[in-house]
């Protein structure tokens, strides 16, 4: 049996003014994609599905960039082209995965995975058996169900179990090709757009849907469950969450456990709301604790979701309350060059941050001592994207009274011990640590903290999601309309 692997995957924040453009891809060819195996990856757990059972891997293209705005249209169609064009250089196949994101818009494409789909059709046929694994913050589309034939997404957030996901994905894609089970997905979509500070799967009411997803799965109710939070910053008609279960051939079961599911949600919906704390509240209390670390969560600058990772109030606040063993990352090439020039033990006066746009606070005037200067590279200790490469680019530490602040070139997926230790600080050694990040910094971070608060920053992250002026989200839709309906 030989399946061919690939994929295109973004999270793309639609009011975000960073365009996605081609340099920020990170793209593998051909047998490049196998140095993702053994990690907690989608293309891991595809490769590592595929030499589990013995089929044949025959490795396509794939491209990934780090969540920010809309994907113009030519950087969109210079790499679908060559997934579409490696897919078809390496066919006759018996199946593909394709590892997508759920959550990708484009210019032009709004369902951008539906577009991806639908092209790779045109070149394989309508028969293909095609498996599609999908991020746990998918936007899933009527289209895309209709375009694939297996649908596997992350069932965790923070995300670790990925590769296990693609690993799914491929036993039930060889089950699909040995005849064995005949797919059939439901999708119910009630109009529920919750923000990603809420989906935790671990707590409720993420927790008791995962738990009766897996009952269905292991009672053989389902082949496949799929409890999707959504991408609420994506402006586009499938935005929220979305129910998918995959039934052996039949329609009215999947319809009705789909239903049961959003259901259970509806139900709870007031548990979608979410309300922090003041940055100089959250700054008092981290000061004032009595065990370390206490992670401060910059919400509103969510990395992970699609925010520059350049915000300064939580920076300004540990100052102006003089914060100390504190440890901040922001995203500022120009401070970063600034401390290299400087140089190592040197004092330096820097204007840092808040420089993407107008959302993120105002750059902050600081005069601090170059602690350390890096390539900003590193591999990420996981759990989630356990064994995956990072790299923040050249990379400074300045030590401005009591507070480390990273300077990285390129915005940094945050949460992971190694990404401070990668700079010489160790995370546990400090009192307070910064996160720009919502629920993704906890796998790393909970086994070694004291304590978590949740900041209400502003920016693109922000849990109010009245702020966004949305134009093509279906309406009303809870929690931004009180009145949302659903039979
Ligand atoms: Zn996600």
Redesign the pocket.
Known sequence: MRFIIGGLMH?THTFSSEITSLDRFDISRGAELLQYAGSNHSLGGAIDGCRERTIDILPAFFAIATPAGTIPATTFTTLLEELVGSIGALLPADGIVLAL?G?MVAEGAPDAEAAILERVRKVVGLTMPIAVTL????NISQRMVDLATIITT?DT?P?VDIAERAREAVGLLEQVVRQEIAPVMALVKPPLIPV?QVQQTSIEPFCSLMARAHDMEAKNEALTVTVA?G?AYSDVPDAGVSFLVTTDGNREIAEALATELAAMLWERQEMLIAANPSVAEAVTDAIAAEEWPVVLVDVGDNV?GGTPGDATEILAELLRQRAVDATIVIADPESVQQAILAGVRNEVRLRVGGKVDQLHGDPVELTGTVVAITDGRWIHAGPENAGVPADMGPTAVVRSEGVNIVLTSVKSMPGDLNQLRSVGIDPASQRILVVKASV?WRGGYEPIMARGILVDTSGLGSVDLSRFAYRSIRRPIFPIDERAEWP
């Open positions: 999270e994101h959550a991020d746990f913050h998918a992350y957030y995300h990603p939070g991408f992970g993704r």
